[in-house]
């Protein structure tokens, strides 16, 4: 075989690879050559080791051989090219300690292996084989060129102790991965063309070849991204002088110097992103372990008030028998002594109430903080954030997560963000908290027209009373998971009799029809006709004298046309201040704290309702502990009545004289 037909073979045995290794331009007439090509063979020769003392070059390629145990005896042989057999191993060449080029392409071997003692291999060709995995090479310390194109590995690894390995030829396999290549100080030249490599991070290794001076990934994946040949560019070894089987330009390094700057800025960006989603979903979480810690002492609390104070047997009763949601303190048409405003634009001045004993009842877990409803989106701006709270405005909607979150409402705003907000959603807040705020919201954001409310604690109807001092609205969101008046049936009938100034249009999304309105107006019309006409006329007469001297307050200022209230509407709501002013009689409690006096007062309250409840509670279980106590002793008793009147009536004669006798003195 001449140096040009070995050079056509593989591509890397160029001339000066076999002048390296010692073969002469006179090759074909050198007796240290043997030629055995198309013969033909289904084995190795038995050649006469007399004759094979100086065999330096055979030649078996394109014949039917299967196994190498033949060449023991061929310990001077440089060259073997078995290429185009049927070779299924490698055992047996670890005997051939002079070998230099070994070309094993295109046969049936599964397995690398064999090549202990093969310490001056400078080739190593074994493509289109079925080699699945790379291993036992890391021995070639003297290894050159190794081809294992056309194979089965998925991944390019154990490649450590090539310290001379300038060429890695491994295209058409199903490499995803690339490993230890960074390890290989020699090498220059690396082909990764179609495999399945589908991302740069994959090729990560190579950013550490300083040595690389020719590459190919073409024919993977990763190829199909606009960034990838600027990064390579960028990443790769500064001597990189082919890619893809194109020379590298001075313009497309400039080009790739900027692409990488660029880059950096969009990681830094990317970085301060995720570290603001993390802060982000920390405070939620915090938000969240806030909000069940309170319910849970809430809860806590309640029990030990029925157990100390009441001291209920726990079998006579459930919570709900004891809830103050049924009890008449929580009667919808309830009055107090706190004047409420009778239409929405009547401003008023509000306090965060005291937490009731059973203001926190919901038993269910907040939903997770990386609930869908709340994931980070384009357009999101975080108005503001601590460890336990955040604040953050979306396009339209401004979402509240924490107590902590209603001081952003205290902010100043500007016009134009403001006027932008049309919804605002609680969650992680107690409603009780948030009934001080709607003034501000009411008067902050005049284009609101929906609230949400997720875990809020809303528990009874007169709470929904509260939202009669926002100036419009057109939603309203009541979550079910932690606020369970929605459990209660007539919640959205009393919401929209309430609200009936608002003119809802939805409730939790259901639109609200003229069917609904009515059935509102008759189940507590009533209700409201019978607390106008109880409550004291001096009560009413305060009421209305302060909605009007409010109304009127507010006309001298001119802050009906600013809020967008005409004369017309002054007019129809002057006309229905009787029917407002029955409505108003459905409120809520609120107190401003301003001294001790005003706390005890609320204290005073508190005691009140509690020992009301407990004397409640106390004669409904005792009614129950009786009931089961007769329940038990009514058979004994039964029959004790009996034989006592068994025995009375045995003798007859003296019963009828006993008879008589009771008749005449009782007369």
């Given at each position: 075989m001449s140096k040009a037909a070995l050079a056509h073979t593989h591509g890397s045995l160029t001339p000066s690879v076999l002048s390296a290794i010692g073969f002469r331009d006179d090759i074909t007439s050198c007796p240290?050559?043997?030629?055995?090509?198309?013969?033909?063979?289904?084995?190795?020769?038995?050649?006469?080791?007399?004759?094979?003392?100086?065999?330096?070059?055979?030649?078996?390629?394109?014949?039917?051989?299967?196994?190498?145990?033949?060449?023991?005896?061929?310990?001077?042989?440089?060259?073997?090219?078995?290429?185009?057999?049927?070779?299924?191993?490698?055992?047996?060449?670890?005997?051939?300690?002079?070998?230099?080029?070994?070309?094993?392409?295109?046969?049936?071997?599964?397995?690398?292996?064999?090549?202990?003692?093969?310490?001056?291999?400078?080739?190593?060709?074994?493509?289109?084989?079925?080699?699945?995995?790379?291993?036992n090479v890391s021995g070639l310390s003297k290894l050159r060129l190794l081809n294992l194109s056309g194979n089965r590995i998925a991944r390019v690894e154990n490649l450590r102790?090539?310290?001379?390995?300038?060429?890695?030829?491994?295209?058409?396999?199903?490499?995803?991965?690339?490993?230890?290549?960074?390890?290989?100080?020699?090498?220059?030249?690396?082909?990764?063309?179609a495999n399945?490599?589908?991302?740069?991070?994959?090729?990560?290794?190579?950013?550490?070849?300083?040595?690389?001076?020719?590459?190919?990934?073409?024919?993977?994946?990763?190829?199909?991204?606009?960034?990838?040949?600027?990064?390579?560019?960028?990443?790769?070894?500064?001597?990189?002088?082919?890619l893809d089987m194109r020379r590298v330009t001075e313009e497309e390094r400039r080009s790739a110097s900027v692409s990488a700057r660029k880059e950096d800025e969009k990681k830094k960006e990317s970085h301060k992103l995720a570290a603001h989603k993390e802060r982000r979903r920390l405070a939620i979480q915090n938000a969240a372990h806030q909000w069940e810690g309170l319910k849970q002492n809430e809860a806590q609390q309640w029990e030990g008030l029925k157990?100390?104070?009441?001291?209920?047997?726990?079998?006579?009763?459930s919570k709900e028998d004891v809830s103050p949601d049924n009890s008449p303190a929580h009667s919808p048409a309830q009055t107090n002594g706190s004047a409420q405003e009778t239409s929405p634009d009547e401003p008023r001045r509000l306090s965060p109430l005291t937490l009731s004993a059973g203001g926190l009842r919901s038993a269910s877990r907040p939903n997770s903080p990386r609930d869908s409803r709340f994931q980070d989106g384009p357009g999101v701006q975080s108005l503001s954030m601590s460890e336990r709270h955040l604040a953050e405005l979306e396009g339209e909607t401004l979402r509240l997560f924490g107590p902590g979150a209603l001081e952003t409402l205290e902010r100043c705003w500007g016009v134009q963000t403001a006027s932008s907000v049309t919804t605002v959603?609680?969650?992680?807040?107690?409603?009780?908290?948030?009934?001080?705020?709607?003034?501000?919201?009411?008067?902050?954001?005049?284009?609101?027209?929906?609230?949400?409310?997720?875990?809020?604690?809303?528990?009874?109807?007169?709470?929904?009373?509260?939202?009669?001092?926002?100036?419009?609205?057109?939603?309203?969101?009541?979550?079910?998971?932690?606020?369970?008046?929605?459990?209660?049936?007539?919640?959205?009938?009393?919401l929209i009799y309430r609200l009936q100034h608002l003119n809802l249009q939805k409730i939790n999304g259901t639109e609200v029809t003229m069917n609904d309105i009515t059935a509102s107006e008759l189940m507590f019309g009533a209700l409201g006709h019978v607390a106008a006409t109880e409550t004291p006329r001096c009560r009413l007469l305060l009421l209305l004298e302060e909605s009007r001297k409010r109304q009127l307050q507010f006309l001298l200022d001119g802050r009906g046309r600013r809020t967008g209230q005409s004369p017309e509407e002054l007019k129809d709501n002057g006309k229905h201040a009787g029917d407002g002013l029955s409505r108003a009689l459905f409120n809520y409690p609120s107190r401003v704290s301003d001294g001790p006096e005003e706390e005890g007062d609320v204290s005073q309250r508190s005691a009140m309702v509690h020992q009301y409840l407990r004397g409640l509670v106390h004669r409904a279980s005792s009614h129950s502990v009786k009931g089961e106590t007769l329940q038990k002793i009514w058979p004994s008793l039964f029959a004790e009545l009996v034989r006592d009147c068994v025995l009375e009536m045995r003798d007859t004669q003296a019963f009828r004289q006993t008879c008589l006798q009771r008749i005449t003195h009782s007369k």
């Open positions: 240290e050559r043997l030629d055995l090509d198309r013969r033909g063979l289904t084995a190795v020769p038995d050649l006469d080791p007399r004759r094979c003392v100086s065999l330096r070059l055979l030649n078996l390629q394109q014949n039917l051989v299967s196994h190498l145990q033949d060449l023991l005896h061929l310990r001077h042989l440089a060259l073997l090219d078995l290429r185009d057999n049927r070779v299924i191993d490698m055992c047996g060449v670890s005997a051939l300690s002079s070998l230099r080029v070994l070309l094993l392409g295109n046969n049936r071997i599964q397995r690398i292996g064999d090549l202990d003692g093969l310490a001056k291999l400078d080739v190593l060709d074994l493509h289109s084989n079925q080699i699945s995995q790379i291993e102790g090539l310290k001379s390995l300038t060429e890695l030829n491994l295209r058409h396999n199903s490499i995803s991965d690339v490993t230890d290549v960074q390890h290989l100080p020699r090498l220059q030249r690396l082909f990764l063309s399945s490599i589908s991302s740069l991070d994959a090729l990560a290794c190579l950013w550490d070849c300083r040595s690389l001076s020719e590459l190919s990934v073409d024919g993977n994946p990763v190829a199909l991204e606009s960034c990838y040949r600027h990064t390579l560019l960028r990443c790769c070894s500064p001597h990189l002088q082919l157990a100390s104070s009441l001291e209920i047997p726990a079998q006579n009763g959603s609680f969650r992680y807040i107690h409603f009780d908290s948030i009934i001080p705020t709607f003034l501000r919201i009411r008067l902050k954001f005049p284009n609101l027209t929906h609230l949400m409310f997720m875990e809020t604690s809303i528990t009874h109807l007169p709470q929904l009373a509260a939202l009669a001092q926002i100036r419009r609205l057109d939603q309203i969101t009541v979550h079910p998971e932690g606020n369970p008046v929605v459990r209660l049936t007539l919640w959205k009938s009393f």
